[in-house]
């Protein structure tokens, strides 16, 4: 019976051409990690309910996907739950794994069940997929990867350095121009703290956030129907209206957060880390921004958002500074600090900006044409010298008419064809033929390999 | 509230030293599968159970793990199914879709659904984890990953010499010694003919399998015990006690299976394989193995298995020819040959030998020592110039005590401290230690990177 075939909504299949760029991404991220001293785990696609829910507040335990038990997980339910149509309280009974929803909360168990093993600080990276039960939409889907490195178990903020010359690398690896945003969470603290309105802090970020796109005035008469005093709104007008260098905000962040002694923390530490990194040397532009507030309930100290320069998108890179990873599963106090590339949008940028080197193609460089059994059978003697060069080739398969031949690497734009028919096998040599210019050479296997891999 | 946290049965975490191993397995097989001229892809993790279902049979069926529908499942389900316990029929009503529990048929969902998109012959490689809800032992996990490279869209035998060069390539690479044991259906088909039974092929395989450990007598006893009769058995006489090179082998098939029209295809198709594998040379040993019969149910042309010849472990690669891949998705006709390395077993081969060269670690191969902030601000001006040169390195985030800075790089197997205090800020170079040998030396950054990078 013949089903027409498709895969679940908000899921994606990769095919050569995206796998190569995204390997091409992965790789070079990794390769940056490795470098800077992080390693990396995995987890299980499954992990326990027990670990997963309650972490992620009430929407993300709807957001969780949940594995049916096996075997008969009808025995033993509560059929009263059933009859009163309870799903929410049914699923326990009924379901005891989900699949992962992001990094971190597997990483904290990680870290839990394995403390013993470890090094502290321990520095991690993990690069694996996670499954969130969002309603599809563009840029948004129910399977992506996720792009995690961590340090736990340090205070020292030169690990924050570290991780902003490790972004700046992979960036610059990548050819992507980048702003990156700083901020910490004490001097949101502080201005709660001035205003005398802790609760409104997200609401001051995001007007503060407007001052580029509507003005001082709009801003202000925001803040005031958000039901900020005026008092509160006079205090702020430093902070909202702060411009000039990122010296010069410091300055005037510690002069508005004197009287504050966490917001002073928070503007040393925003100094120790800017200082840190400037006195390295960084490509990137890097912008301290007090109406970044991104993981505003989680991050204790430094955040950090990266944007990219060049393209209009999201931010493409975030992370800060949290408390205490670990304490859900009863080992408190263990501060760390991450960050997470955002590898969807960091593919969507080098697609629009057209960044991917040749050798991010790991596509045939050349097809050995096939004319019958003896011509394949001499192909198939320089293919094995080819290879061993390194160079990727193959030889048609089937003895099939040259325009058939030549039309598979035109599509697949395989760069070479080489061809081996009888004058060439007399000869011991072969026509290399250059896809893109059309230009046949008779070439010994060693100058073909030289011509391919120039 | 504490929870102590655990990973589901059969799962595993995969800590830094692991992981770098398996990217050393799984690096090597992909940058082959590209020189072979296969191309990557990847499929979600998560299925339409309609394009799993009855696909692995009843007990595959058992054992797909099933995602519980988001939102209210349970409206709408028909309440006797629960009453009476059938939670077989009540699956599909709360559960849509399943987690893939082997890589082929996502591939042939994969080529059915994409088939306007893709240049036939199609060459695929994937790399992806499957899981299955078997009952977890020694060597047998719930999630694994399995790392298959498939043609479709074409029957020349050129296919199976390429993959059998391919296997050989991954397996002299990574140093593991292998016996390639060959068959062919056919072969099988045609034994079957020759007595007339091929009902009883498996019995017959499996009884063959064991002449070297019970002796013919044994062997012979058991054909009988298994229904087979006499006659046939004096006619199976010659393919059980078969001796003698690949090309004896071949000839005593031909002899015995001269009746048999699908039996001399399966001995032609046999020797081209092995002729055109010869031509080109393999390291390991070729075997032909009329016991073969993996995939019996599946398979329709040649036969492959591969083991470790240095290690007493299963099978560590397989494969072979299909004639329908996706048949069942309403594209019939699609013949196509494909391979499966088993990447735990190579991982517990190369294990067992040692055989991981020092590049497989990923790990830090330098850490600098902090003394303070100036000291340490010092350090990380040199740890650039390192890492630019493609060292792993890392510094002790924070200025603890030597004993303990050094202890780290000992846990951790780091080979080199690079060790910056007064005296050597002074003299702007460092004091690198081998972490082997105990010895010290004063050098530049230069000298300690070609030191480091020998």
Chains 1, 2 share one sequence.
Not at 279 to 291: F, N
Not at 323 to 332: Q, Y
Not at 395 to 402: F, R, S
Request: charged fraction near 25%; include cysteine; charge should be negative.
């Amino acid at each position: 019976m013949a089903q027409k075939p498709s895969i679940p909504k908000g899921t994606r299949d990769f095919g050569p051409v995206e796998m190569a760029r995204r390997n091409y991404i992965f790789d070079t991220i990794r390769s940056v990690f490795n470098l800077y001293g992080y390693s990396q785990i995995e987890t299980p696609a499954m992990e326990n309910l027990s670990t997963l829910m309650g972490k992620y507040g009430e929407e993300g335990d709807k957001l969780l996907f949940k594995i049916l038990n096996s075997g008969d997980y009808l025995r033993g339910i509560d059929m009263g739950l059933v009859e009163n149509g309870d799903y929410v309280k049914l699923t326990p009974q009924i379901s005891e794994k989900g699949l992962r929803y992001d990094l971190t909360v597997p990483f904290a168990r990680f870290v839990v069940q394995h403390r013993n093993e470890l090094q502290m600080p321990f520095k991690r990276f993990q690069i694996q997929p996670v499954w969130r039960a969002d309603r599809p939409q563009k840029g948004r889907y129910r399977e992506f990867y996720q792009c995690d490195a961590d340090v736990v178990g340090s205070d020292s903020l030169i690990n924050e350095i570290e991780l902003l010359q490790l972004i700046d690398d992979v960036f610059t690896r990548l050819g992507i121009r980048i702003t990156i945003k700083l901020n910490n969470r004490k001097v949101l603290s502080g201005i709660a703290e001035l205003i005398g309105a802790p609760e409104k802090i997200t609401d001051i970020t995001v007007a503060i956030d407007k001052i580029d796109k509507i003005g001082i005035e709009a801003v202000n008469a925001e803040l005031l129907e958000r039901g900020i005093t005026s008092d509160a709104i006079a205090v702020l007008q430093p902070v909202i209206t702060m411009q000039g260098s990122t010296a010069e905000r410091l300055a005037e962040l510690r002069r508005v957060l004197a009287s504050s002694e966490t917001g002073i923390k928070g503007v040393d530490e925003l100094q120790e880390v800017i200082d840190g990194v400037n006195l390295l040397g960084l490509e990137a532009e890097l912008e301290l921004d007090v109406s970044l507030a991104r993981g505003l309930n989680y991050y204790t100290g430094t955040i950090i958002e990266v944007k990219a320069r060049d393209v209009a998108i999201g931010s493409i890179t975030g992370g800060g500074r949290y408390d205490n990873l670990t304490g859900v599963f009863g080992m408190p106090g263990l501060s760390g600090v991450g960050i997470s590339f955002g590898a969807d949008r960091i593919y969507d940028v080098l697609n629009a900006l057209d960044l991917y080197p040749s050798s991010a193609a790991a596509g045939t460089q050349v097809m050995f044409t096939n004319f019958g059994s003896s011509e394949a059978a001499a192909a198939m003697k320089m293919l094995k010298v080819v290879r061993s060069a390194g160079i990727r080739a193959e030889i048609y398969p089937d003895a099939a008419k040259m325009k058939k031949q030549m039309g598979r690497a035109d599509a697949l734009a395989i760069p070479y064809v080489a061809i081996v028919g009888e004058s060439e096998m007399a000869e011991g040599k072969l026509t290399l033929k250059n896809m893109t210019t059309g230009e046949q050479q008779l070439l010994s296997v060693e100058e073909a390999i030289a011509t391919i891999g120039q």
